[in-house]
RNA sequence: GCGUCGGUGGCGGAGCGGUCAAUCGCAACAGACUGUAAAUCUGUCGCCCAUUGGGCUACGUAGGUUCGAAUCCUACCCGACGCA
């Protein structure tokens, strides 16, 4: 069981305050939710997480499923106990592999390649490859679900929205997402039809299928067309029962586009009921995610970046992998007072980055997770001060 | 002192007469990354111009053989090992 209250609603935007309360405590909205994929925040411990201001966290049906098993994680008292983490939780539905494990990895694209810069690599490919009704590789889409092998023991195996709820229902989150496929940019307004159409059966099927007390939320999707994002809002947002809602897919070409299709979809979405952004949250997005009417966003790269040696800082950027660092003496961050801040300097964490330690992207995985929370704190002091 | 093997680009290490500025790995440098295939991936990596391309100097040093050598021969220098 969940719970959602809005407390503010912003007279400049559709921004909003609220409180989403689960069974695993509160979490202030708008909040970002790191991703925790395989039940962890790579390289850290939770409770380390926890010193970062991180609220919640997103973990992923699809990868659990494949290691360690739903099983093993339901039989460890679920995925809280399983990890140590106490706070709220959510699982996404696999829905996502879908796609970048289908025609993402097939086309070398992600879900924000624009389009156009996907087809200056392949001309044609992707409009040709998707068009004809033709299957990515390593996956075979149809109304029943997504068959696929397993990429760590090659074994058949098979998602559709009734095994997605079911296994997020062992896993235990506090929150679970429709079971949905997130189309590729540049695929055809056809196709994007087609699986949209698709995806409202399967939001169907997977709110049929809960067995449990969980949040579910249902997923718009529709691409960057208007009238099928639209569509869609409209449709999820007429079912009765979902907890929630989660927007997903190619969320545009540029941030411009993004405000579009939020804009397009939000005002049809219950004003009552929680708004998650799925897999979008850099920095330079986030007030516009917020501005957009939406409470909660998931995204991997404070995480990812922190393991790629780059920190996000009140400076900008800075690149832990180049040379001239090792003689920094600064902080990662001067304004910043997380828990590696406040002891290491640059030339540390420059040297454990070039010599391969794995405390490098610990110490930047910590730092950028503090520093996300921090700038989402800010924003929502913007809001309540009527700012934003 | 004699013998054997060896000396290749920042390092390790291929190549053993032409298609070699030289496979590959590491390092270095640059770039990418938005519901994590991701402690990953891509590119550059002798020097100088250039868009394809061209020029120059290079495989211990100095000579030589050959149309042509990192690759064959000779001498020398250096290293490892073995024998005195």
């Known amino acids: ?220 999707q529709g691409s960057n067309y208007e009238d099928l994002r639209k569509e869609s809002a409209r449709f999820i947002g007429a079912i009765e029962g979902f907890d929630g809602f989660g927007i997903g897919g190619d969320l545009g070409e540029s941030r411009e586009g993004t405000k579009r299709i939020l804009k397009w979809v939000v005002p049809h979405l219950d004003e009552h009921l929680p708004r998650h952004l799925l897999g979008m949250g850099h920095l330079e997005d986030i007030e516009n995610i917020m501005t957009g009417g939406v409470d909660t966003f998931d995204c991997t790269v404070p995480t990812h970046y922190a393991r790629h040696g780059i920190a996000f800082t009140s400076k900008g950027r800075v690149d832990f992998t180049k040379a001239p660092l090792l003689k920094s003496k600064e902080p990662v961050d001067r304004a910043c007072g997380c828990p590696v801040c406040t002891v290491y300097r640059r030339n540390y964490v420059a040297h454990l980055f070039r010599a391969g330690e794995i405390s490098g992207g610990a110490m930047l995985t910590v730092h950028n997770l503090w520093f996300f929370n921090g700038y989402v704190a800010r924003l929502r002091e913007r809001i309540k001060k009527g700012l934003l």
């Open 1 to 220: 069981m969940i719970e959602f209250k809005v407390v503010k609603k912003s007279k400049k935007s559709a921004a909003r305050l609220g409180v989403l309360r689960t069974p695993h405590g509160e979490v202030m909205t708008p909040a970002i939710v790191p991703v925790a994929t395989l039940a962890a925040i790579k390289a850290l411990r939770t409770d380390e997480v926890a010193a970062t201001g991180t609220q919640m966290l997103i973990s992923n049906t699809y990868h659990l499923h494949l290691q360690p098993g739903e099983d093993v994680v339901k039989s460890a008292g679920g995925i809280n106990k399983f990890m140590g983490w106490n706070g709220p939780s959510m699982t996404d539905s696999g829905g996502f592999q879908v796609f970048s494990l289908g025609w993402g990895k097939d086309l070398g694209v992600g879900k924000v390649t624009s389009a156009k810069k996907a087809s200056a690599h392949h001309p044609d490919k992707i409009e040709k490859a998707i068009a004809k009704g033709n299957q990515p590789r390593h996956v075979t889409i149809t109304e029943d679900g997504v068959k696929f092998r397993s990429p760590l023991t090659g074994d058949e195996m098979f998602l559709g929205p009734e095994e997605s709820i079911a296994i997020q229902g062992k896993i235990g989150a506090d929150i679970m997402f429709a079971f949905d496929e997130c189309t590729p940019p540049g695929a055809t307004r056809d196709y994007m039809a087609r699986s949209l159409a698709r995806t409202h059966r399967w939001a169907l099927r997977s709110l049929a299928a809960r067995r449990t007390k969980q949040g579910l939320y249902g997923i718009v």
